[in-house]
């Protein structure tokens, strides 16, 4: 009691002792937060500025316009980049959709029974699942089984399902952030639940979606080893024309790079790397965008 | 009660019950046309879960049973036949806080008339909505911004122009002035006293001096059961039951 008494009275008089040590402390944290902040971003413009010295030298229309050689004078990316221009461009047309309506399905209609809860925890247990286990799922189902072989629709099938878990959970996520009072609103005029989705919780979801979308398309846009897995090749000079063609990627062509003998190919590398470092910028440019247009 | 007066809604043992636990219990009462019916009653009485299975919004709550009838005109709102769509139709409703869609004003009062394909000028239903509800001539200048810039009283009013424009016969209304300022709560009172002249209204409240200004007919409600159902000046002055009268004077609890 009469500590107690005594820490009021204290704590009454300016420049009280605990206060000052909990100041200390604050600012302690903070300077914390900030030392290992700037050692994150220092560590990561040490690797940019690394890359962009060996690379940019490198980085013309060439490098962009020629098939890989063993050259380094005359070797470029043509071949790769469109190979993950076309793999990213079918994995969206079939991840897209199904991820999008599968989020649909188990956030508004599913009943909320126990084989919704054990679906949706597997499906956020499988966001989980290492990309190379997708890799050996691909080749089993769609390079043998369906007989695809190691074509680009053999490799759009495989990054769907690498990225389909996360579609669906960021999908449901911007799905359940749609207030239920504007879907009771909808429903007391008398909307079917078809019209409340397609005219109420889609249009507020959209913003959402798309975000999770792309950067759920830039992660398959920098995954090497579910491609490695089901064969892509890591020499082509030609550039895919259909889905059925052969194919490489940007990853799998800075790997092939990168473990060459001869210094010159690490410096391809290092443009290989800046070429798909755009790619994704932009991509993530554009969920961006997509995002403060659908928020204003 | 006069036994004159023409029942919309009936009632008929109704209890309703989340997950097991009864919620309502064996509720017998009818609405009456062209009148305001105030169901009043502390927290948690069921109240709304009552006013909500008026036009089946329970049909959207998880584990929800229900038993008895509720006839509308003689059909049971709950019989296999019917389209709960089409029982929302009849019955508009007003919700506890202003829940007007993130669209336009127009978009708002339009929209449930279009998707429903309604007869007639859409620009017409919309602006004999909007007069109604007494919101017109704030917002005949701006019809094409979006709604959530409204002030609260006035979203509120939105929504009323909404369920409106729907012509239906009854309006439910779910303590439809508990977000509001005094003032914005007196303007919807108005209203809703002049909206009498062509819809039927339930109102539930928890502000007895609501219920008591308003309503033509009263229902108290404690624990799921209804105490007592009357005029509004017997249930206020005269009530039947001490516990009616408990409630009424305050000396709840």
Same mark, same amino acid.
């Given at each position: 009691?009469?500590?107690?008494?005594?820490?009021?009275?204290?704590?009454?008089? /300016?420049?009280?002792?605990? #206060?000052?040590?909990?100041?200390?402390?604050?600012?302690?944290?903070?300077?914390?937060?900030?030392?290992?902040?700037?050692?994150?971003?220092?560590?990561?413009? %040490?690797?940019?500025?690394?890359?962009?010295?060996?690379?940019?030298?490198?980085?013309?229309?060439?490098? %962009?316009?020629?098939?890989?050689?063993?050259?380094?004078?005359?070797?470029?990316?043509?071949?790769?980049?469109?190979?993950?221009?076309?793999v990213v461009s079918?994995t969206a047309l079939?991840a897209l959709?199904?991820?999008?309506?599968?989020?649909?399905?188990?956030?508004?209609?599913?009943?909320?029974?126990?084989?919704?809860?054990?679906?949706?925890?597997?499906?956020?247990?499988?966001?989980?699942?290492?990309?190379?286990?997708?890799?050996?799922?691909? %080749?089993?189902?769609?390079?043998?089984?369906?007989? #695809?072989?190691?074509?680009? %629709?053999?490799?759009? #099938?495989?990054m769907s399902?690498l990225i389909?878990?996360v579609i669906?959970?960021?999908?449901?996520?911007?799905?359940?952030?749609?207030?239920?009072?504007?879907?009771?609103?909808?429903?007391?005029?008398?909307?079917?639940?078809?019209?409340?989705?397609?005219?109420?919780?889609?249009?507020?979801?959209?913003?959402?979606?798309l975000?999770g979308v792309i950067l759920a398309l830039s992660r398959a846009i920098g995954e090497?080893?579910?491609?490695?897995?089901?064969?892509?090749?890591?020499?082509?000079?030609?550039?895919?024309?259909?889905?059925?063609?052969?194919?490489?990627?940007?990853?799998?062509?800075?790997?092939?790079?990168?473990?060459?003998?001869?210094?010159?190919?690490?410096?391809?590398?290092?443009?290989?790397?800046?070429? /798909?470092?755009?790619v994704l910028?932009?991509m993530n440019?554009l969920a961006? /965008?997509?995002?403060?247009?659908?928020?204003? | 009660?006069?036994?004159?007066?023409?029942? =919309?809604?009936?009632?008929?043992?109704?209890?309703?019950?989340?997950?097991?636990?009864?919620? =309502?219990?064996? *509720?017998?009462?009818?609405?009456?046309?062209?009148?305001?019916?105030?169901?009043?009653?502390?927290?948690?009485?069921?109240?709304?879960?009552?006013?909500?299975?008026?036009?089946?919004?329970?049909?959207?709550?998880?584990?929800?049973?229900?038993?008895?009838?509720? !006839?509308?005109?003689?059909?049971? !709102?709950?019989?296999?036949?019917?389209?709960?769509?089409? =029982?929302?139709?009849?019955?508009?409703?007003?919700?506890?806080?202003?829940?007007?869609?993130?669209?336009?004003?127009?978009?708002?009062?339009?929209?449930?008339?279009?998707?429903?394909? !309604?007869?007639?000028?859409?620009?017409?239903?919309?602006?004999?909505?909007?007069?109604?509800?007494?919101?017109?001539?704030? *917002?005949?200048?701006?019809?094409?911004?979006?709604?959530?810039?409204?002030?609260?009283?006035?979203?509120?009013? !939105?929504?009323?122009?909404?369920?409106?424009?729907?012509?239906?016969? =009854?309006?439910?209304?779910?303590?439809?002035?508990?977000?509001?300022?005094? *003032?914005?709560?007196?303007?919807?009172?108005?209203?809703?006293?002049?909206?009498?002249?062509?819809?039927?209204?339930?109102?539930?409240?928890?502000?007895?001096?609501?219920?008591?200004?308003?309503?033509?007919?009263?229902?108290?409600?404690?624990?799921?059961?209804?105490?007592?159902?009357?005029?509004?000046?017997?249930?206020?002055?005269?009530?039947?039951?001490?516990?009616?009268?408990?409630? *009424?004077?305050?000396?709840?609890?």
């Amino acid at each position: 009691m009469r500590s107690d008494l005594a820490d009021h009275q204290s704590s009454k008089t /300016l420049g009280a002792r605990s #206060l000052k040590r909990r100041h200390l402390v604050a600012r302690l944290f903070k300077s914390i937060c900030l030392g290992f902040t700037l050692f994150a971003v220092g560590v990561l413009g %040490l690797l940019i500025f690394q890359v962009g010295a060996d690379g940019l030298p490198w980085l013309d229309w060439k490098f %962009l316009n020629n098939f890989p050689s063993r050259f380094p004078e005359r070797a470029g990316v043509k071949s790769a980049l469109y190979g993950t221009l076309w793999v990213v461009s079918l994995t969206a047309l079939i991840a897209l959709p199904t991820g999008v309506l599968a989020a649909i399905y188990l956030e508004d209609y599913a009943p909320k029974s126990r084989l919704t809860r054990i679906i949706d925890i597997n499906i956020a247990n499988l966001a989980g699942v290492p990309s190379i286990v997708y890799g050996i799922l691909g %080749l089993a189902i769609f390079v043998r089984f369906l007989g #695809l072989e190691r074509s680009v %629709l053999a490799g759009a #099938l495989t990054m769907s399902l690498l990225i389909l878990p996360v579609i669906i959970i960021s999908s449901k996520e911007a799905i359940r952030a749609v207030p239920s009072s504007i879907r009771l609103a909808a429903y007391a005029v008398g909307a079917t639940q078809w019209q409340v989705v397609r005219f109420h919780v889609l249009p507020a979801a959209i913003p959402g979606i798309l975000t999770g979308v792309i950067l759920a398309l830039s992660r398959a846009i920098g995954e090497t080893a579910p491609l490695i897995m089901i064969g892509a090749l890591t020499y082509v000079a030609f550039v895919p024309e259909g889905p059925m063609d052969e194919f490489t990627a940007l990853p799998i062509q800075i790997f092939n790079w990168t473990s060459r003998p001869q210094a010159e190919f690490h410096e391809l590398a290092a443009a290989g790397i800046i070429v /798909l470092l755009a790619v994704l910028l932009t991509m993530n440019a554009l969920a961006v /965008l997509i995002r403060y247009k659908g928020t204003r | 009660m006069k036994t004159i007066e023409k029942a =919309v809604l009936e009632a008929r043992d109704v209890t309703i019950r989340y997950s097991g636990q009864a919620a =309502v219990q064996g *509720v017998n009462l009818s609405i009456y046309e062209k009148k305001i019916t105030a169901i009043i009653g502390p927290s948690g009485c069921g109240k709304s879960t009552l006013l909500r299975s008026l036009n089946r919004m329970n049909d959207f709550i998880d584990h929800v049973t229900q038993e008895g009838e509720i !006839l509308y005109r003689g059909t049971n !709102l709950y019989g296999p036949e019917v389209d709960p769509v089409e =029982v929302r139709l009849h019955m508009g409703m007003v919700f506890q806080r202003p829940n007007p869609f993130p669209k336009s004003i127009f978009r708002n009062v339009a929209w449930g008339p279009t998707i429903n394909g !309604l007869p007639g000028d859409i620009n017409h239903r919309v602006e004999r909505a909007l007069r109604q509800a007494a919101l017109w001539n704030e *917002v005949k200048d701006r019809l094409e911004d979006s709604a959530l810039n409204l002030s609260g009283g006035q979203q509120q009013r !939105l929504c009323i122009a909404r369920a409106l424009a729907m012509e239906p016969e =009854v309006i439910l209304m779910d303590e439809p002035c508990s977000a509001l300022d005094p *003032v914005s709560t007196a303007r919807i009172e108005d209203l809703i006293f002049e909206l009498k002249e062509s819809y039927t209204i339930v109102i539930v409240t928890h502000n007895m001096q609501q219920a008591s200004r308003v309503s033509d007919y009263t229902a108290f409600m404690e624990s799921g059961k209804l105490i007592e159902y009357g005029d509004t000046d017997q249930v206020f002055t005269r009530p039947k039951q001490k516990r009616t009268e408990d409630y *009424v004077t305050g000396r709840f609890g």
